[in-house]
């Protein structure tokens, strides 16, 4: 057994009278890919924005490492090593590809050798980016602005890395890359929470998986296992 | 030709100024999508801390500069902290009359205990530093337009290159995925608020000193046509707020050369009105909706 990184516990969520998150628990270990599917309103970007402290949460706990985090606010909660790669990418589209790699270092201002590695890391790992470094960001295209999404998040040198719906309103080639590079970022150490509507792709990559529905956990398995559900198989896969 | 040259030159200077509070708009705008229209106030007190150093303490210039400039930020950031923190998030039309509210407040407050009238403000480098083809540049003006030149170089420093004008920079475009960066948000609005708040009160120290006077109700008028200024020049972009104060106070010099006086105050909004028409993201501004 590895060690649990993330725990979600009886966390509920609400905006005004509606209620996203009732009562979700999950645990996540280290070194896992762990992927969230579930229609459109589940409460997947819901409860990936309570992790990082974005929506308040009304009761129950978030632990990260065994400490608690629940309701810190999200720049405390950037510097303890946890990324998230929001859904519809948020780039900074009047930035250059190279300031929103920067300001993914925000926290590592200290150590400027350090961020000059990590660029050098990223231009390598992500050449496209390397080529745009003086594009602004809005004028890249979905896949490289999603690839810059990634990048700008792997610059803070997470341990976690959150990523919201990272095949959205991309090409499927593209999205063939995107996943290649979420297996490469995984097989190098990091623990990856991944929210994604495509529940093929999402079993395939994946170790365990956690289906949600209308702010509920309403099943949650292996993807070995999952992918022989039958309900899974009829809601989800299309089968 | 003499009146041309005449009347841009007191246009600079009195440009320099609203670039100066339109500036302090945009700062703040550009951070938490709000008009601040306590400004104009923050503009007074800072005329009314240089009034008080030099009618009290000494009469020097740099000195009530520094003066001027900390007054305006402290104010700016305690009045950030006690009044917009509580109301951000607030719809954005009670979060306006809270700022219109809180003008009122320090315009009376200063009434109350200084008086209504107008009060006579020390003269600084009255002589003349050239006169050319009939053409008088005072040493005050030069003194005046090269401090603002000085304080808009090192604004663009700060927001351009330093990490915290990163931040603000950053939070402008996007708050909640700039917290998602590591960013301070709640931080960074008061950083940029307090500034703000300081170029306001140098402004004013330089309006007491242009106009060699001060009262409590001083800020209105610069007040409001630096908001027009800015809003001119594009309300999200400081160069743009920048550009749109300098215009504005050349475009109202012509303008009182080509009427008269008494249209000082109108000339200037009609021209702002028929370009807004014209171009409503101003001159420098996004496409993006300008939200009030
Ligand atoms: N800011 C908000 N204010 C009010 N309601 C919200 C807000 N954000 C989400 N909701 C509601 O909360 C519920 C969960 O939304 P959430 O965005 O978490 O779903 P999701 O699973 O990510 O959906 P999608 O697949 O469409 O991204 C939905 O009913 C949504 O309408
Ligand atoms: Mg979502």
Not at chain 2, 14 to 32: D, H, K, N, R, T
Request: with cysteine; net charge neutral.
């Amino acid at each position: 057994m590895s060690k649990e990184i993330v725990k979600l516990d009886d966390v509920c969520v609400c905006y005004g009278a509606i209620r996203a998150l009732q009562g979700v628990s999950l645990s996540v270990e280290e070194g896992a890919i762990v992927a969230l599917i579930g229609s459109n309103g589940a409460g997947k970007t819901t409860l990936l924005n309570a992790l990082s402290g974005l929506v308040p949460v009304q009761s129950g706990h978030i632990f990260l490492r065994g400490e608690e985090i629940t309701n810190e606010k999200p720049h405390i909660i950037a510097q303890r090593r946890i990324a998230h790669v929001p859904e519809g990418r948020k780039i900074f589209s009047e930035l250059t590809v190279e300031e929103n790699l920067r300001i993914g270092a925000y926290t590592q201002y200290k150590n400027k050798a350090k961020i000059e590695q990590l660029l050098h890391m990223n231009f390598e790992l992500f050449p496209i980016l390397a080529e745009r470094r003086k594009q602004m960001g809005g004028s890249l295209s979905g896949g490289e602005q999603q690839m810059l999404a990634i990048a700008r998040g792997l610059m803070s040198e997470p341990d976690i890395i959150l990523l919201d719906e990272p095949s959205l309103g991309i090409a499927p080639i593209m999205v063939e890359h995107i996943f290649e590079f979420i297996r490469q970022i995984n097989a190098s150490g990091k623990t990856i929470i991944l929210v994604e509507q495509n529940a093929n792709l999402a079993l395939e990559t994946a170790s365990y998986v956690y289906v949600l529905e209308t702010g509920r956990i309403v099943n949650e398995n292996t993807s070995d296992v999952l992918i022989h559900d039958d309900t899974i198989q009829k809601v989800y896969l299309g089968l | 030709m003499t009146m041309f040259f005449q009347q841009l030159v007191n246009g600079i200077t009195q440009g320099g100024l609203y670039a100066l509070l339109a500036i302090a708009y945009s700062l703040v705008y550009g951070v938490m999508g709000l008009v601040n229209f306590s400004t104009g106030s923050i503009y007074m007190l800072g005329a009314m801390s240089s009034w008080l150093v030099c009618k009290y303490i000494i009469e020097s210039f740099w000195l009530s500069v520094l003066i001027s400039f900390g007054v305006g930020f402290v104010v700016a950031f305690v009045l950030e902290k006690i009044a917009f923190s509580a109301i951000r998030g607030a719809t954005r039309i009670a979060s306006l009359i809270c700022t219109i509210g809180f003008s009122q407040f320090i315009n009376e407050a200063v009434a109350l205990i200084f008086g209504k009238a107008t009060q006579g403000m020390s003269t600084f480098f009255d002589q003349e530093l050239f006169a050319f083809l009939g053409v008088h540049i005072s040493v005050m003006q030069a003194v005046l337009v090269v401090t603002v030149i000085i304080i808009l170089v090192a604004l663009q420093f700060f927001v351009y290159r330093t990490r915290i004008g990163l931040a603000i920079r950053t939070v402008s475009m996007d708050e909640k995925t700039a917290g998602l960066m590591g960013i301070n948000v709640n931080r960074t609005i008061s950083i940029a608020f307090s500034l703000s708040g300081a170029c306001a009160a140098i402004a004013g120290l330089m309006g007491a000193v242009y106009y060699r006077s001060f009262s409590a109700y001083m800020g209105w008028m610069p007040g409001i046509k630096s908001f027009s200024a800015a809003v001119f020049g594009g309300l999200s972009s400081m160069p743009g707020a920048i550009l749109g104060g300098y215009l504005m106070g050349i475009i109202e010099n012509f303008g009182v050369q080509v009427f008269s006086t008494g249209y000082r105050d109108v000339i200037s909004f009609i021209v702002m009105i028929v370009f807004l028409l014209v171009r409503p993201q101003g001159i420098l501004g996004s496409k993006k909706k300008v939200k009030l």
